[in-house]
């Protein structure tokens, strides 16, 4: 099975079932591959930006018949990015919104760079290593104040109620 193939893998069940008249037409291995390579895990996220790709674009309808979902927040952060650009679609014959995206002479060097990456790894057999990125913190945390120690009063010795009786 070759790597582009791989990336059909998890779609398997969905492109099974794809209907064209309602959903377009299918994302093909390569739009996958694209979207994987930008760094999106295979899922509905992948899949909604894949069809953005298609020379038709993709409605917000379509994307959440195939997905469940409205997946725009992904294709807006690509697009903030840079490494999609937001092609000018009129609307469909419906009035929905098409959005279709092209990819960028930056997005298209971040998929060389990882491309390259996964080779140079695949030579030298080791798994392509991700980086995660630390936390952001607002401010250092400062060190709790030691509880003031409490010094106990002289334990005076406890004062007879009743009158020592005088011995005779």
């Known amino acids: 099975m070759t790597d582009i193939q791989n990336h059909l893998k998890p779609y398997a069940t969905l492109l099974k079932g794809w209907h064209e008249r309602q959903l377009g037409p299918k994302p093909t291995a390569e739009l996958l591959l694209t979207v994987h390579a930008l760094g999106l895990r295979p899922g509905k996220q992948a899949l909604a930006n894949a069809m953005a790709l298609r020379s038709d674009g993709v409605t917000g309808a379509q994307i959440v018949m195939a997905t469940g979902a409205p997946q725009l927040n992904r294709m807006r952060g690509l697009i903030a990015a840079g490494d999609f650009k937001r092609a000018m679609v009129a ?26 990456a996964a080779a140079k790894a695949a030579l030298t057999g080791d798994a392509p290593v991700k980086v995660k990125a630390k936390k952001a913190t607002s401010k250092p945390r400062k060190p709790k104040a030691a509880p003031a120690t409490v010094q106990a009063a ?10 020592a009786q005088a011995q005779a």
């Open 91 to 116: 609307p469909n014959e419906q009035g929905h919104t098409v959005y279709k995206v092209t990819l960028t002479p930056k997005g298209e060097a971040r998929i060389k760079r990882a491309s390259e």
């Open 154 to 163: 002289p334990v005076n010795e406890p004062a007879q109620s009743e009158p």
